[in-house]
């Protein structure tokens, strides 16, 4: 697409411009904000399919609202690709997600039209309410509007906002409820077949459009179509609306790519006070057909052709670590009954698909609620069962509280598979698994292991099922270092004992995880330069192998540790505390992630800034 074909994109530069087009040139700017998104992601990639779903929905926000002083929440932020570029981030736009470029989520920092930041689901009630909390006790006018999805709806915090938006009567909170029936997968659960129910009753939706087309101009017109329709919807349903019930007024639903339909409903929105709700029909992938036949695919497809819809990937000499972990759990599905597989909305992300497809009846996408499937979890362990509970590491912050209670203190045997642990590259702050060694390290009677590769990964859950205690096992984002693994006989690893992967004089490696193979390599380095390192790979976080820790404090001066994650609280803290316990007078240099955000960028860039990819363990071994 040359850039000629952009004529509204070039002269828009903020919403106050936008603000002064017609109905007529809205519509053309919203077709070229799709294309040059979709054109843009097509060689930067992001999340394509969520934010082309919600293209009108931003620019009429911002035609509508007085944005920044009114505020806009985004829920989880993927979505906002429109919203980036509509406010004075076209150009920004190509470094998305990019080190030292912008943030593919908002961010505060970032945009004064960003009211508040995201990456993590169902934050935007309460966030939004809070604002607008301030505003009311501040007398301030100010609309506050926050956007979630039907996938991020289903978070019991968003509950928790709505049940305190709710009493609070003349609050000014418009929830926009931007419904496509999917999270990233197929959305799941009790609350996708309500609004599915509400959104496809023919005859409401028919009677409702009726008499929306006739009195919806106005805000007091349009609360008594919302009184009327409701009323009629209860009745042809059977049933009171949920969102009416918590006190919210519930508009809609209207349709999310109609532009008109969605700026004079949000211009009469504006002026009804109190806690209200619009529901919002969205297509996902909306106007590229690839994207709107496979949705869940299209979510964050990576690299593509925007012609063709082919995709474009490097080669893979690996396989990726969720796929050791999906496979190996179907395999042991199939020897043990216990055996289950629970995810909060992330069966493709962490390949629990692969147990879903063939064994629907023992996998459970309980919806974006890791708290929940944390302690549903339990609760199937406390009747007998085996569960697997996979979370990406940095969504388990959620879920710290019922780790702790629920599993840890009673002793049940979770299977907890913490996905994406480390740096995570594009998606950036919000979302590197950096926290959970330090945080599950301190938790009693937690084992936590950290494969090196493939095979160790697939030994430590085959170990798992078969310890009778709370288990977690945390591994990376990408691809393995191609060992074999499919087919290789399982092995019961030792728990709490590390090995010995290689001798030397000198100095001492130790490391824990997939970090191991680059302290590998660095170590075969330095022996060429005649330093001797012994490596010594720990493989648990938790319980310490401190037999392996007093062979290397009896023979070293200098010990190197390297994880990949944060360093206060981490293994090599724990190590240099062993050793002064011990009295072992070794000099401990721990590499890892400093006290500090680490932001966007590729993995690889973000190793070396954090001071631990394959160089910088090599000057710290070969450093005098
Ligand atoms: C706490 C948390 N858990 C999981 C995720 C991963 N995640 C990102 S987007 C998404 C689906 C969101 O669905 P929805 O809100 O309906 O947005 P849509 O993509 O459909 O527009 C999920 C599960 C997350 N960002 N935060
Ligand atoms: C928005 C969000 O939280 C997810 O889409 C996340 O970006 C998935 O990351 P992966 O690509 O690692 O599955
Ligand atoms: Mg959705």
Known sequence: MSSEEYKLLDTIASPRELKKLSAEELRLYCDELRRYIIDECSVNPGHLASSLGAVELAAALHYVFETPEDKIVWDVGHQTYAHKIITGRREAFRTKRRLDGISGFPRMSES?????????????????????????????????????????????????????????????????????????????????NYLLKISTSVHYNRFKQRLWGVLSHTPWLLRLCQKAGNAVKQGLLNKSNLFESLNFRYFGPVDGHNLKELVRTLRALRDIEGPKLLHVMTVKGKGYLPAEHNQSVWHAPGCFNPDTGERISAPADAARYQDVFGETLLELARRDARVVGVTPAMPTGCSMNILLREMPERCFDVGIAEGHAVTFSAGLAAAGMVPFCNIYSTFMQRAYDNVIHDVAIQGLPVVMCLDRGGLVGEDGVTHHGVFDMAAFGAVPGLTVGAPMNEPELRNMMYTALQAGAPFMIRYPRGCGEGLPWRGVPFEALPVGRGRRLRDGRDVALVTVGTVGNAAARAAERAAVQGIGAAHYDLRWVKPLDEALLDEVGRKFRRVITVEDGCLRGGVGEAVAAYFNARGYGAHVTSLGIGDAWVEHGTPAQLYTLCGYDEEAIFRALTQA
């Open 112 to 192: 004064e039209y960003d009211a508040f930041g995201g990456g993590h689901a169902s934050v935007s009630i309460s966030a939004a309410f809070g604002m607008a909390k301030a505003a009311e006790l501040r007398s301030e006018k100010r609309q506050v509007v926050a956007v979630i999805g039907d996938g991020s709806m289903t978070g019991g915090l968003a509950f928790e906002g709505l049940n305190n938006a709710g009493a609070s009567k003349r609050t000014n909170l418009l929830v926009i409820l931007n419904d496509n029936n999917m999270a990233i997968d197929q959305a799941t659960g009790a609350l996708k």
